[in-house]
């Protein structure tokens, strides 16, 4: 479930619990070390938010840096938009996490998705039932740090993964969203839309709230805060970032 990337699935990777006691101090560093390379340097303003987000492009990368509040772990995500034709897209997510042995190798996902809206409301008037609902996923890739690239297109392509996408998209609640000024330590704007919402995901509970605004490319948000993660982006760009998976 981690890997289906819609925008309210970077809500489940953003809120769901680590479940891990207390975080390796290290490999926290290391993380932080690692996430410094894709930071702004100073806090960055962009303009208030559209109701549309950016239309997805090639090339365009975001990197979000996500903390458990109770286990202190850490990971970076850098999300990337390898190609975009009129029936599909294809993103690849590079993970580093503070659970893994070698914090400095990436988990690596690459998959390409049928349907996946170009641009959607980020003013809360998303319908996210009929946008998951429309989702096929043609293709998964997976890497694990040095290990060789694994097909998984057919686990994905599964009626059981049809069915979960459906069934999250059934469960999604938004709260009331207000226009407010958001800042964080590496965006600024002097408007971004709040967002509250509720989920319930394999039977848990999650509920939270994200500042969404159009200008932050492929998630469209500055930050997720729930009761178990907090998730900020960090830094993102148009191009620079090297595709992994071939």
């Keep these: ?22 975080a390796d101090v290290q490999k926290v560093k290391q993380i932080d070390k690692l996430a410094e390379s894709y930071m702004f340097k100073g806090t960055k303003s962009i303009g208030p938010s559209k109701k549309m987000s950016e239309a997805l492009q090639k090339g365009q990368w975001v990197a979000s840096l996500s903390t458990d509040k109770k286990s202190g772990e850490k990971t970076l995500m850098i999300r990337k938009v390898v190609s975009v034709d009129k029936k599909s897209i294809t993103l690849e997510t590079e993970t580093y996490s503070s659970q893994s042995e070698g914090p400095e ?4 996902v690459q998959q390409t998705i049928n349907g996946y809206p170009k641009s959607f409301a980020v003013d809360g008037n998303a319908n996210f039932a009929q946008m998951l609902g429309s989702l096929e996923i043609s293709s998964m ?9 694994q097909d998984m297109s057919e686990i994905s392509k599964s009626p059981l993964a049809t ?3 459906k069934n999250i998209a059934g469960k999604i609640e938004l ?3 207000s226009k407010i000024n958001c800042e964080t330590p590496y ?12 989920m319930g995901v394999l039977g848990f509970n999650i509920s939270g709230s994200y500042l969404q605004n159009s200008n932050v490319p492929i998630v469209s948000y500055l930050s997720v805060d729930c009761e178990q993660n907090s998730e900020i982006v960090i830094g993102y760009g148009n191009k620079g970032q090297n595709i992994i998976i071939k």
């Excluded at 479930?1 to 207390?22: D, N, W, Y």
């Excluded at 890739?141 to 690239?149: A, F, L, T």
């Design 1 to 22: 479930m981690k890997f289906i990337i819609v925008t309210t699935i970077f809500l489940i990777t953003s809120c769901g619990s680590m479940l891990i006691p207390k």
């Design 187 to 198: 965006i600024k704007s002097s408007q971004c839309y709040n967002v509250p919402f509720k």
């Design 141 to 149: 890739k997976m890497k694990d740090g040095d290990k060789e690239v």
């Design 163 to 165: 069915i979960g996408i």
């Design 105 to 108: 190798k990436p988990m690596v």
């Design 175 to 177: 709260g009331a969203v």
